[in-house]
């Protein structure tokens, strides 16, 4: 795999011997600024290489870099000068095609990085007659501190909303959750599975079964309240 392939260090490959009737030493020091700025490509598609997933530059990349260990094998102080502007040309060539390949590597690193985070917006409605003095909004397996986001205000009071909340869905599709504490000390727990939602985000509606003595949380996507349709009703975990 190309992601193998260690960067290349600029050693004393293109310092060679000069002769009396050698190339001028300008075109020698053209020549080993030239391989000195391939190098440094190099080294840079090697590297931006490493941060994707994506396998399918590897065998173009493998390629590309064993054209240096050609230029490796040139005898500056033998040529001629107009010889070594076509080697100049040559490795313009690669500069240009890793030049090429940087720019691919960061348009799949793009729509990795799209693909592994997708933000969904969420609102949340209080359709009870409860007061809720904390909400908070969490990946599941995230035991940091988790912040309350109606700390600052009286809570999240009966018919209020809170909106502009945001998830963020993996390519996991780790599943959310949404905590709830109401004045009377009671605590509520629910699972978002945002596999199921998209970006145009989601309302939670809160409401109350007094029958069955529960809070019940509706999910309704903008998608589905745009077409007046509501999604699954779930009972939210005390």
């Not at 990349?61 to 076509?86: P, R, V, Y």
């Amino acid at each position: 795999m190309y992601k193998r392939i260690l960067p290349v260090f600029i050693i004393c490959t293109l310092c060679f011997l000069m002769t009396a009737c050698g190339p001028s030493d300008e075109k020698i020091a053209e020549a080993q600024q030239k391989y000195t700025q391939l190098v440094e490509m190099h080294n840079q598609v090697v590297e931006a290489h490493k941060s994707i997933s994506d396998a399918s530059m590897d065998d173009t990349l493998t390629e590309i870099s064993g054209q240096i260990a050609g230029f490796e094998e040139f005898n500056l102080a033998e040529m001629k000068d107009e010889e070594i502007d076509a080697l100049i040309e040559s490795m313009d060539l690669v500069i240009t095609s890793y030049e090429d390949a940087l720019k691919e590597i960061s348009d799949i690193k793009a729509r990795e990085d799209a693909a592994v985070l997708t933000s969904i917006p969420v609102s949340v409605e209080n359709g009870t007659s409860f007061t809720f003095t904390s909400l908070k909004l969490f990946e599941t397996g995230d035991y940091g501190a988790h912040t309350n986001v109606v700390e600052d205000m009286d809570g999240l009071l009966p018919g209020q909303a809170v909106t502009g909340l945001m998830i963020k869905r993996d390519v996991d599709n780790t599943p959310w959750m949404l905590t709830l504490a109401d004045t009377e000390g009671a605590e509520y727990e629910y699972e978002l599975k945002v596999s199921e939602y998209d970006e145009t985000g989601i309302t939670l509606k809160l409401s109350y079964d007094v029958e069955e003595t529960k809070l019940v949380i509706e999910e309704i996507s903008k998608a589905d309240k745009s077409a007046g349709e509501n999604s699954a009703v779930q009972d939210a975990e005390s």
